[in-house]
């Protein structure tokens, strides 16, 4: 993900966030954070009374909000929006994000439970907050869509999880082909929810 950071706190936790995509929270160090941050020397602690987790919370907290900010911006993108297209454009992000970098960033959310989530961390509130903030944006664009609320939820859900399975594929295997092969085969299902009468709308108006 990337974002534009201003003050020495805000930098901080922008760069956190990155360090624990590629080396996840075990091997992010707080020195190499405000090094990267370009901070002043002592002042994590003032910023971040609570050491590292509460450094980790809220470079969680930045990340949701960053990928909830991506899903709500699909609509700005066509006339016509619709679930295949949704995902599609959750998945062109990291299709270019890991071309772009050489396959060596992955999701911090995803890091962060992969190193965390089985435990007891004090992380794992802010966690959970990240993934349902996502979760729920995905969901909320669905409904726009005139998909039912409930079945939105269980689409977020798994649009979400075919996700993140393909970007740890794609990471493994250093080939952002897994990507493609979820959006094709998740789009004929994610089209089969549109009701038919926004469907024929849809078809009978030209795109942007």
Aim: with cysteine; glycine share 8%; aromatic share 6%.
């Amino acid at each position: 993900m990337s974002g534009t950071a201003r003050g020495p706190r805000e930098r901080m936790v922008y760069s956190a966030a990155q360090l624990v995509r590629s080396h996840g929270v075990a091997g992010t160090g707080v020195r190499e954070v405000v090094a990267r941050a370009e901070a002043p020397r002592g002042s994590f602690q003032h910023y971040f009374p609570g050491g590292k987790d509460q450094l980790v919370g809220e470079a969680l907290v930045w990340s949701g909000d960053f990928a909830a900010h991506w899903a709500t911006r699909y609509r700005d993108t066509t006339r016509h929006p619709t679930p295949a297209g949704l995902f599609a454009h959750l998945v062109r992000y990291w299709r270019d994000d890991l071309t772009a970098h050489r396959y060596e960033r992955g999701c911090p959310v995803m890091a962060t439970a992969a190193d965390l989530a089985g435990g007891d961390s004090a992380v794992n509130e802010q966690l959970r907050a990240a993934t349902e903030r996502w979760e729920t944006a995905v969901a909320d664009e669905l409904a726009r869509m005139e998909v039912p609320r409930s079945r939105a939820r269980s689409l977020a859900t798994l649009m979400l999880s075919a996700l993140e399975g393909a970007i740890m594929l794609a990471r493994v295997h250093r080939d952002v082909g897994r990507l493609d092969t979820v959006v094709a085969e998740l789009s004929p299902l994610l089209r089969s929810q549109v009701p038919a009468a926004r469907r024929r709308r849809a078809a009978a108006a030209p795109d942007r």
